[in-house]
C-alpha cells in the first residue's frame, strides 16, 4: 500500500480556513485519496475522497496536485468541533481478490483549534 | 439506529480471561473490517470479510484473535487468553461492497482493558 505523509500537528483559530497538506509521493494511476477524521472518543469518520480532480462536499474540500503527488483538505471554516486527528489514505481501486477496499492508516495531523 | 453499533463500550478483563467483542455493520453492508487502535495510534487494520468470508486475516497479531460472521452480518471478534498488549480500543467498519473508491462506516469501539 502506498504511504502518506502528514505533519504531525497544526493549530487553527476558529472562523478561519484551514489547510491540511499531505504527501504522497509514491501514488499509483488508480489510488483514490481518502480523508477521514477522529474526534476524542469516536471511531473514524469519512471527511471526502477523490482521484484526480478537485472535490468539493458539504464537509471539506479537497485539492489535488497535478501530478497527484500532493493533496490538501480544506476546512473553509474552522469551528471548535472540527477538533480531531485528520487521517489522509489511499486506496486501491484496482477490481480483483486483493482489492478490499481496506485502509491503511497513518498518524495523521492532530488539529487544534482555539477559539 | 442507522449507523454500525459496536458493543460493549467498555471491557475490562483479567489476563488470561478471553473476551468477545461484537459488530453490528449496517444493514446490507457486504464487507466488514476489524481494525485495532491503541493509544495515540492510527487504527491498524486486523481482518476483513466480504459476507460471511473472511479474506484477509492479515493484521492479525497472534491466534488468539478470532473472528467470526457467520451470517454476512454481526461479527464477532474473540481474544483468547488476554495479554496486557491487547489493551487498545478495537473498531469494527463497514462498507456497501469493499470497493476501493467507497466510504467505510465506523462504530465508536471497543475499549479494551486487561489487567
Known amino acids: 500500500d502506498a504511504k502518506t505523509t502528514q505533519p504531525n500537528s497544526m493549530e487553527s483559530n476558529e472562523e478561519e480556513p484551514v489547510h491540511l497538506p499531505c504527501n504522497h509521493s509514491?501514488?499509483?494511476?488508480?489510488?483514490?485519496i481518502h480523508w477521514y477524521r477522529q474526534l476524542p472518543s469516536q471511531g473514524p469518520e469519512y471527511v471526502i475522497h477523490g482521484l484526480t480532480s478537485n472535490v468539493n462536499n458539504r464537509m471539506a474540500s479537497l485539492a489535488i496536485a497535478e501530478d497527484r503527488k500532493s493533496s490538501t483538505l480544506i476546512l473553509h471554516r474552522a469551528t471548535l468541533r472540527d477538533a480531531a486527528v485528520y487521517y489522509c489514505i489511499l486506496s486501491d481501486t484496482l477490481h480483483g481478490s486483493s482489492n478490499t477496499g481496506k485502509l491503511i492508516f497513518g498518524q495523521g495531523t492532530t488539529l487544534q483549534v482555539k477559539p | 439506529g442507522a449507523g454500525v453499533s459496536q458493543s460493549p463500550r467498555y471491557k475490562v478483563a483479567k489476563r488470561g480471561q478471553d473476551v468477545a467483542l461484537r459488530c453490528d455493520p449496517i444493514s446490507g453492508h457486504v464487507s466488514l473490517f476489524w481494525y485495532q487502535q491503541a493509544l495515540g495510534q492510527g487504527p491498524e487494520f486486523l481482518t476483513y470479510f466480504q459476507n460471511e468470508a473472511q479474506l484477509d486475516k492479515s493484521g492479525l497479531p497472534s491466534d488468539r484473535f478470532f473472528a467470526e460472521r457467520p451470517e454476512g452480518s454481526v461479527s464477532t471478534l474473540k481474544i483468547q487468553r488476554t495479554q496486557q498488549e491487547d489493551s487498545a480500543v478495537y473498531l469494527c467498519?463497514?462498507?456497501?461492497?469493499?470497493?476501493?473508491?467507497?466510504?467505510?462506516?465506523f462504530g465508536s469501539g471497543t475499549q479494551l482493558s486487561v489487567l
Open positions: 467498519a463497514s462498507s456497501s461492497q469493499g470497493w476501493g473508491n467507497e466510504k467505510l462506516f
Open positions: 509514491t501514488i499509483s494511476g488508480t489510488d483514490y
